[in-house]
């Protein structure tokens, strides 16, 4: 790295090299001078809130310092990178995450003391950068945190919104949405005023001829929006690679706004121009698994999408390589179809802009993208319309047409005569408001797609896709399981388990390799070991109380079982399911005399999760969830036999108290609805059990900790399609017990009926598309096991070890060094030489 400092200044350079605090010492003359000077404020006033800046101020200067050095060294060693593409990245709170992953977390934690703070109180203090819905968005992160780990050469590309995703407040049983402006003091991000790029939208395209008869297209864009980067630092573990997560801001093109119109006395609109470029990068848009073809949405999709293709060739023309050579040194995963773009306006800057010919440049393209699915619903697989393309990128709208052409042509020589397989594949749909179906444009721009967890790869190779795996081989289509990273949630969220874990795991190197989990299983009978597990997940549960108790005001026995499901609330994830199954529960407990009753085993069902704001199903379901809740706390015949809760405003640092502290969580998705679920992986990493379908990663859950150590119930996938043709429409027959549920809520027992009659016909009346129905009885069987295997709590917390200890395969980096080798074709970098 030193060599790459330019000669006459590399001695003053080399001679002053900052290197952080070195120990206790160093950090708290760090926090002390951050208070002081860079805050403006004394020691003398510092409260938790300036000593939580300061932290992270002194932390965020040990990573600029790792952060540089890495960019260097990745310059200098002039490899492959990969760009990671996304509209979300759900990164959580960052102190707790930079101190466990530079390794200083103790150093702080004396520091603190010594300035007379407890370090979690410090922690709390943070707000969570939370620009993603759910999935998708933690997906991303835990991705960023593994490429950093593993040393790849990787940068992540996205949006800087001003509001995250909303605040939920629950009123009288009710989602309100707040929004979540959480800009206000963020010591986490570098504004790059000058690494800034001109966006184009609207506008006209012109076509010449040239001497030789070769067209070119000049497209001139009617507006101009400035794209600013915000860089944000991102560690990886044990490691002093340090990449970069750069998030595009909008702002109007011409500075604070346009003083030509502003002299000439139009300053409202001078205003207004700047606000609407400005409003682009405003708000996240709260939908999970559902695409509403908004026009802001595709602005922040281009405007993003350009400003980081411009960035990229921008690095790559520093190189001075031929133009062929971009697939070697540039990877671009999409994730999802949201980047989808992207693929076009690489086409647009080497034909238009660099003169390149259309095969050649395409060639390029393809070999440079891959694209991730993330979903089988139809209601979330994005299309445009092509009006919509016309009016906002005209000059993309024809690339598009040209695109399909070409791919239309190759696909009539291969299957002569097939005019159905044409318009089942052409990337315009040709339907009343003509569409571009982003998704196959996507597969058409790729060289490789995927899936994340084999079943949902399997369903889309042989139902939404399998045209294009006819068409192009079954090579081009493979799957990728997800994965979680460790350090976050175990090693940051469960620190007591992860102590002991590395007590018996010989240190903390399954942080690094999570196979070596394995290591515990030779201690499932070991009595000290089961002793302290079952202490560790108690206290977990006891901090979980107290937080119900605080948020909910809902007291609840530690000892109780603990069942969870946190996750966006979805008709396709079935929560109502689970509450119909509480409210079965609820009336069995109340048709028993009090001395049957007192058999039963205390439960506590915890739910939390945001229903999309325009979602009138799902906020029916948090309402009945609540209202259940207010009739069952408050029966004195249920006391502790059951209890019910909704915690509000799930998000990330809220899943790392509740994970660790759950004894059952439910993924009880319809199967095949479900693509992955990552926080099945979560919950079972951290010694809680799970009830689920065979849907999505919880079938490969079960292949490596084994069918004893779950408990699945359900219809499979490949029944779903003729049990949905079986519901004819009005009269499909209701289970008998599930009947009872809603004979009980149509009787009022839970407030006015009227309430909930959305979630009742939706099983009733109208084909219970969720197949609600046809598993209750198989789920409520199957709660009665999970009681009476959590009575034996000698045999549970066998099932608990043994599932941990086999969740080695379930790592985010496992899930990195397949994409590293299978579609991206890069090496992690030494990092010998730092
Ligand atoms: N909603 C899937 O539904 C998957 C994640 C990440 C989702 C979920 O099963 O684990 O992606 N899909 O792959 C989309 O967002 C489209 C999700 O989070």
Redesign the pocket.
């Known amino acids: 790295v030193e060599a790459s400092i330019p000669e006459p200044q590399r001695e003053a350079w080399t001679k002053h090299q900052v290197s952080g605090f070195k120990d206790k010492d160093g950090f708290e003359e760090e926090v002390v001078r951050h208070v002081e000077t860079t805050l403006a404020r004394s020691m003398f006033n510092c409260d938790e809130s300036a000593a939580y800046s300061a932290c992270s101020l002194a932390f965020r200067d040990r990573l600029i310092l790792e952060w540089n050095r890495t960019q260097q060294r990745q310059t200098f060693a002039d490899s492959k990178r990969v760009y990671y593409l996304s509209l979300e990245f759900l990164m959580g709170r960052a102190l707790d995450n930079a101190m466990l992953n530079i390794g200083q977390k103790d150093v702080a934690k004396s520091g603190l003391a010594d300035l007379g703070f407890r370090i979690e109180d410090i922690i709390e203090q943070e707000h969570d950068a939370a620009l993603g819905?759910?999935?998708?968005?933690?997906?991303a992160a835990c991705f960023l945190d593994s490429l950093a780990s593993l040393n790849y050469p990787a940068w992540g590309y996205g949006l800087r919104y001003r509001y995250g995703i909303f605040k939920q407040e629950i009123i009288d049983g009710y989602q309100v949405e707040v929004p979540d402006y959480w800009l206000d003091f963020n010591p986490w991000e570098f504004p790059r005023h000058d690494v800034n790029v001109d966006v184009q939208f609207y506008g006209t395209v012109h076509k010449s001829t040239d001497e030789n008869g070769k067209t070119h297209a000049h497209w001139e864009g009617g507006e101009t929006v400035k794209a600013v980067a915000y860089d944000v630092p991102i560690p990886g573990y044990a490691t002093p690679s340090t990449n970069n997560l750069r998030l595009w801001s909008s702002k109007a093109a011409s500075g604070e706004f346009d003083f030509q119109k502003f002299n000439s006395g139009d300053y409202e609109s001078s205003v207004a121009d700047q606000q609407r470029a400005e409003t682009i990068s405003a708000v996240l848009y709260p939908n999970?698994?559902l695409e509403r073809g908004k026009e802001l949405r595709i602005k922040q999709q281009y405007f993003w999408v350009a400003a980081s293709l411009y960035d990229i060739v921008r690095r790559f023309k520093k190189t001075k390589r031929a133009w062929k050579e971009f697939p070697e040194q540039v990877a671009i995963q999409l994730n999802?179809t949201h980047p989808t773009l992207a693929i076009v306006e690489l086409q647009r800057i080497l034909i238009d802009l660099e003169g390149l010919e259309w095969d050649e440049a395409w060639n390029i393209v393809v070999n440079t993208f891959g694209y991730?699915n993330?979903?089988v619903?139809p209601e979330?697989l994005e299309k445009w319309s092509v009006g919509l393309f016309q009016h906002l990128l005209p000059r993309h709208l024809q690339i598009i047409y040209d695109i399909n052409l070409f791919f239309l042509q190759q696909v009539e020589r291969a299957f002569p005569n097939d005019r159905d397989l044409l318009s089942r594949v052409s990337i315009i749909e040709e339907s009343q408001t003509k569409m571009v179906r982003m998704a196959y444009l996507a597969i058409v721009g790729s060289h490789k797609v995927n899936g994340?967890?084999e079943l949902?790869s399997d369903l889309i190779r042989t139902t939404i896709f399998k045209d294009f795996v006819l068409i192009f081989g079954p090579d081009k289509f493979t799957n990728v399981t997800?994965g979680v990273t460790p350090r976050r949630w175990l090693h940051q969220a469960n620190p007591r388990l992860s102590e002991l874990i590395a007590s018996k795991a010989d240190g903390h190197g399954f942080l690094k390799d999570l196979t070596l989990l394995n290591k515990i299983e030779l201690f499932v009978d070991d009595k000290e070991f089961r002793k302290e597990w079952a202490e560790i997940k108690y206290a977990n549960k006891v901090r979980l109380a107290k937080h119900i108790k605080e948020s909910a005001g809902v007291t609840v026995n530690p000892s109780a079982l603990f069942d969870v499901q946190v996750k966006?609330i979805h008709e396709y994830k079935r929560q109502q399911m689970n509450i119909f199954g509480v409210i079965h529960r609820y009336l069995t407990l109340k048709a028993l005399s009090p001395e049957e009753r007192k058999k039963y085993l205390p439960r506590v069902s915890i739910f939390g999760g945001k229903a999309a704001p325009g979602y009138w199903m799902a906020k029916q379901i948090i309402h009945l969830i609540n209202s259940v809740g207010t009739v069952v706390n408050n029966d004195e015949d249920i006391g502790d036999l059951l209890k019910v809760v909704f915690l509000e405003d799930y998000n990330v640092s809220k899943a790392e108290i509740i994970i660790p502290a759950s004894d059952i969580s439910e993924h009880i998705s319809t199967a095949g609805t479900?693509?992955?679920?990552?926080s099945n992986m979560k919950f079972v990493l951290n010694g809680g059990l799970i009830i689920g379908t065979c849907d999505?990663?919880n079938i490969e859950i079960t292949r490596e900790i084994g069918e004893n150590n779950i408990f699945l119930f359900g219809n499979l996938a490949e029944d779903v399609e003729d049990l949905r043709h079986n519901h004819t429409y009005g009269a499909h027959t209701v289970d008998p017990d599930l009947a009872k549920v809603f004979e009980a809520i149509e009787k009022g027992t839970f407030g006015e009926p009227q309430d909930f009659a959305g979630m009742i016909t939706a099983v009733r009346d109208h084909g219970d598309f969720y197949l609600v129905s046809d598993d209750f009885h198989s789920y409520v069987e199957t709660h009665a096991l999970v009681d009476e295997a959590y009575r034996n709590q000698e045999e549970w917390i066998t099932k608990c070890i043994t599932s941990v200890a086999r969740m080695g395969f379930f790592s985010s980096d496992r899930c990195i060094n397949e994409y590293a080798e299978g579609i991206w074709n890069i090496e992690p970098l030494r990092t010998e030489e730092a």
């Open positions: 819905n759910g999935g998708l968005g933690r997906l999970d698994n999802d991730t993330h979903t619903l979330a994340v967890a949902h997800n966006r479900e693509a992955s679920g990552t999505g990663a």
